[in-house]
């Protein structure tokens, strides 16, 4: 079992950066890969980043690709989202996920954080 709290959420002007985390707690943390996912009102839920179990293999959606980083300390079973530039386009509720599977799916992942709200102004 796995219980995960996202944070780091905000408003922001178009251009600048937050720094979204997510705390997981839990003895299998490690086994996991970790992923970002992000719905915006009106919108699906969508992949936005995924760090693998061992930390070595990254992947991002094409959006957010060269502007976000995703990384995790193990030490502390927290995950990060480093997001730069943003854009009113990257506005919506971001969720942080677990899941054994390397996937893009989100019915694929096992645990959800609550979500963390992320609002950019133009």
């Known amino acids: 079992q796995v219980q995960l709290v996202d944070s780091g959420g905000g408003l922001v002007q178009a251009g600048g950066s937050l720094r979204l985390s997510c705390a997981a707690s839990?003895?299998?943390?490690?086994?996991?890969?970790m992923g970002w996912f992000r719905q915006a009102p009106g919108k699906e839920r969508e992949f936005v980043a995924r760090?693998?179990?061992?930390?070595?293999?990254?992947t991002y959606a094409g959006s957010v690709k060269g502007r976000f980083t995703i990384s995790r300390d193990s030490a502390k079973n927290t995950v990060y989202l480093q997001m730069n530039s943003l854009k009113p386009e990257d506005t919506g509720v971001y969720y942080c996920?677990?899941?054994?599977?390397?996937?893009?799916?989100?019915?694929?992942?096992?645990?959800w954080g609550q979500g963390t709200q992320v609002t950019v102004s133009s």
């Open positions: 996920a677990a899941g054994a599977a390397n996937s893009r799916l989100a019915s694929t992942y096992d645990y």
């Open positions: 839990g003895r299998t943390f490690s086994s996991y890969g």
């Open positions: 760090i693998s179990s061992s930390a070595r293999v990254t």
